[in-house]
């Protein structure tokens, strides 16, 4: 008589005392196994058949199957050795899966019931617990607006079973910041003040309405508002979004008292793909009306055009081991549009010159990477691009210059159809909460993908500087200085050697 199964092994390395009596196995019988069919399991035995074996050697044979689930994402899963009277060298070894019991849910947040069962409906009693498919679901539901869910494993009322309980705490009804920084363009204002907006979960959908307000030190603001909801099972983001910009040019241009208006109706659904601790998969599509206004009042000339365009766009990201470990994130899209010119002086300028009216495509990529080093050292890179179908109107080209750019050149410099531009950041933590940067950056663009004159038709901006960042729980202040490498004639502003680029942000 062979009794193994008073406790199931803890682990695939659980084994008795060495000794006992020798079998010669003929054959193993699985049971309780519903997730992989027979002929997968026995494989895995195989090797043994016609071998002898004491109780050892059966206990490291179920070990086998415990880990094949294991390693596949069912950690609770155990197979152990059941009574049994072994007869001819048959032996049975029983397959516990470890199943929900029942899944509960203590729900103190702002988000409703409905929604937090809605997105564990995936999960149900008596399936299998995969681990990865357990994290996504609750960082699923963490990611909604108004709730911090945890989730908590407990020992079923059935052997090898186990209870889910999630528990949802609240979290603040608003948050968000104000910003102060140098970031704008030369002739609209390049000094701003910006604040931001979240209310989360206002009608207890786990959904977010965001309102951003932006104002200059010259003639520049810019109103935006945007909701999201999520819908479905899988929790499927649906949103929309409404902006208004106007503008005046200042400076020299104030002569000619031009100014405009940009205003932007868009619509977009998001769905996770892949929700897992070390990776993330998202996809989105969106759709954007943009109705642009330009005005030269002391020419009593006034223009319209609008443009609209899809966009498919996958994003990535995850943490890896690699030299040290690090993080990488990828996003890739490719947008669908046209461009609708409404007055006849705007259509033969088109027509005669940059050709853009119509229909137009355009792919863009950003590669990043954070690399950990030794010590309090990180190195960071990123690289963007753009490619066209045929030239493109001034709203959606590719621009090298500012803070988020070629950092030694004024926003808006050398903008084009198609380019890339590329930062590299060599990183020292000295304490907490401060960071010191040397960077590197460069770029290239083509001003227009179909040329139309023999004027220069490509820019190349590169640069390097240093920077200082101090964040704290409620603030972050950063400051960075860059120097043009290679000399280019500016038409943004004025050359600056070097450009200082300063935000200071407060949280609430």
Do not use: C
């Not at 059941?82 to 509960?104: K, S």
């Not at 759709?287 to 609008?306: I, N, P």
């Not at 964040?471 to 290679?486: E, L, T, Y």
């Amino acid at each position: 008589m062979l009794d193994d199964s008073a406790t199931p092994p803890a682990s695939p390395s659980a084994t008795g005392d060495r000794g006992g009596s020798l079998l010669r196995l003929r054959r193993f019988i699985l049971t309780g196994n519903r997730l992989y069919d027979e002929a997968a399991l026995q494989a895995l035995l195989a090797d043994l058949i016609g071998t002898e074996q004491d109780l050892d050697g059966l206990r490291a044979a179920a070990d086998r199957i415990t880990r094949y689930y294991q390693d596949r994402g069912y950690l609770l899963a155990r197979a152990y050795l059941p009574p049994q009277e072994i007869e001819d060298g048959v032996v049975t070894i029983a397959v516990q899966e470890g199943v929900y019991d029942d899944i509960t849910l203590d729900n103190r947040s702002r988000v409703d019931d409905a929604v937090l069962r809605r997105g564990l409906s995936a999960l149900k009693a008596g399936d299998a617990v995969h681990i990865d498919r357990l994290e996504s679901r609750l960082q699923a539901l963490n990611d909604l607006p108004g709730a911090a869910v945890q989730g908590t494993l407990r020992p079923g009322a059935a052997p090898g079973s186990t209870t889910l309980r999630v528990d949802a705490a609240p979290t603040p009804l608003a948050t968000g910041s104000i910003e102060a920084d140098n970031f704008g363009g030369y002739y609209t204002g390049e000094y701003r003040l910006s604040g931001n907006l979240d209310i989360d979960s206002p009608l207890r959908l786990g959904d977010q309405l965001g309102l951003r307000l932006l104002a200059s030190d010259g003639r520049q603001r810019y109103y935006q508002a945007a909701y999201r909801v999520p819908v479905g099972p899988a929790l499927t983001r649906l949103g929309m979004n409404v902006s208004h910009m106007r503008y005046a040019l200042g400076r020299e241009f104030d002569i000619l008292e031009a100014h405009g208006t940009a205003r932007t109706t868009g619509f977009f659904v998001e769905q996770p793909l892949v929700y897992g601790r070390q990776f993330q998969l998202r996809a989105q599509l969106t759709y954007e009306d943009k109705r642009l206004s330009d005005a030269m009042d002391v020419f009593s000339v006034r223009d319209g055009k609008r443009v609209q365009i899809a966009t498919a766009s996958l994003t990535a990201s995850g943490e890896d081991g690699l030299f040290g470990g690090g993080r990488s994130a990828a996003l890739l899209s490719y947008g669908w549009g046209s461009l609708r010119l409404d007055s006849a002086r705007l259509r033969a300028v088109d027509q005669a010159y940059t050709q853009s009216a119509g229909g137009f495509g355009k792919a863009n990529l950003t590669l990043l990477r954070q690399q950990n080093l030794p010590g309090p050292f990180t190195l960071y890179a990123q690289v963007n691009g753009q490619l066209a179908t045929r030239n493109l109107d001034g709203s959606e080209e590719f621009s090298l210059g500012g803070p988020y750019g070629v950092r030694a050149f004024a926003n808006g410099e050398a903008s084009g159809d198609q380019g890339w531009q590329a930062t590299a950041e060599l990183r020292y933590l000295p304490m907490p909460g401060l960071q010191l940067a040397a960077f590197a950056d460069a770029g290239r663009v083509t001003v227009n993908r179909r040329p139309w004159n023999d004027a220069r038709n490509t820019r190349r901006l590169s640069a390097a500087g240093l920077s200082l960042t101090q964040s704290g729980p409620r603030h972050q202040v950063m400051a960075a200085m860059a120097w043009p490498i290679q000399k280019e004639d500016e038409h943004s502003g004025p050359r600056a050697e070097p450009r200082f680029w300063l935000r200071a942000t407060r949280y609430f």
